[in-house]
């Protein structure tokens, strides 16, 4: 069987749909399954050795110039990869109007969630097949019952399996360290820099170097910051394969509500994620290792509960 997965954005729900290959190989040994993904996070399917050969595709590029010349040639060569050979199915795990246009560019059936379980309610009308997916389960679950409907197998029962393969270590310390994930997206789920302090401190204390990650430049100056205050380390620029190795080396990590918080316990890390803006029962951490999720919307959590819970993960 043939089978294209769309899910392109953003990294932690691309990290969510990692579960279903699996699945799919668990009920279809032998599948030959191919994703389609945004470039930035191709890494991310690369590293599934049920893979066998992912899609890189630009959108969030593309969108901003669609009028020149190079964008429409790139997506022309995209959609010639996408119908070199017909897929036995294309399986929109996204549910958004963007996945399901790019889905119906390949060769073969395009399933997903039905009108009333898809992100957005429109994206259903591309679908040749479709199924109800209650919406108040967590993201994980949602991607794995939408596959099982639509290849025919019962729901799994058995946790996650995420089934990343390590990346081969290029930067990292020397010593034992953890690992802490101050910035995101938008700064409503941003924590007090004095709280990573002390996270970084505790730490420091228990025998880890804090390593504090970043992505662009203003993240960096807070990360140069929170390090210089707890006696840590931060990495020069890594790109998504890079830092997932310095994550799957980690001893622990604590993290906002950000892609590589739940790419971190996807390796089995231990993890805390931080909800700042954001109840984490659709997408809370999850993983194989000892994870937890801590505060909500409007519930920013307090520095002494964040302790707490992390000399508990240690102990």
């Known amino acids: 069987m043939r089978l294209l997965i769309v899910k392109t954005s953003s990294m932690g729900d691309v990290v969510h749909a990692l579960p279903v290959v699996a699945d799919v190989l668990r009920h ?9 993904v945004e470039a930035a996070f191709a890494a991310i399917p690369q ?40 897929y036995d199915l294309v399986l929109d795990l996204q549910g958004l109007l963007k996945s399901a246009l790019w889905a119906r560019q390949a060769k073969g059936p395009v399933a997903g969630y039905d009108r009333k379980s898809a992100r957005e309610p429109a994206a259903a009308w591309a679908y040749q097949r479709r199924v109800a997916v ?32 390590p990346p081969v270590p290029g930067w990292g310390p020397k010593a034992p360290y953890a690992v802490l994930i ?6 409503e789920k941003l924590w007090p820099e004095r709280h990573w302090v002390a996270v970084g401190k505790r730490l420091h204390e228990r025998g880890l170097v804090p390593v ?18 707890c006696d840590g380390d931060v990495p020069p620029f890594l790109r998504v394969g890079e830092m997932a190795a ?37 997408a809370g951490i999850t993983g194989p290792g000892r994870v937890a999720s801590i505060g909500g919307k409007w519930q920013v959590p307090s520095r002494n509960d964040v302790l707490a819970l992390l000399d508990q993960q240690m102990r």
């Open 47 to 86: 590293l599934h050795p049920g893979v066998q050969r992912v899609l890189p595709m630009s959108w969030r590029k593309w969108r901003r110039a669609l009028l020149s010349g190079a964008t429409w040639k790139a997506m022309r060569e995209l959609r010639v990869e996408l119908q070199r050979e017909p």
């Open 134 to 165: 209650p919406k108040d389960l967590h993201a994980v679950q949602r991607c794995r019952m939408l596959a099982a409907a639509h290849l025919g197998y019962p729901v799994p029962s058995e946790p996650p399996e995420f089934g990343l393969r």
């Open 28 to 36: 279809q040994p032998g599948a030959h399954i191919e994703w389609l």
């Open 246 to 282: 310095v994550l799957a080396g980690a001893r622990q990590v604590v993290g906002l509500d950000t892609g590589f918080t739940h790419l971190a316990a996807a390796f089995g890390r231990p993890t805390i994620g931080i909800y700042c803006d954001h109840e984490p029962g659709l």
């Open 212 to 229: 504090v990650l970043w992505g662009a430049d203003e993240e960096q100056t807070l990360a140069e910051r929170i390090a210089a205050d």
């Open 182 to 187: 101050p910035n995101a997206s938008r700064k």
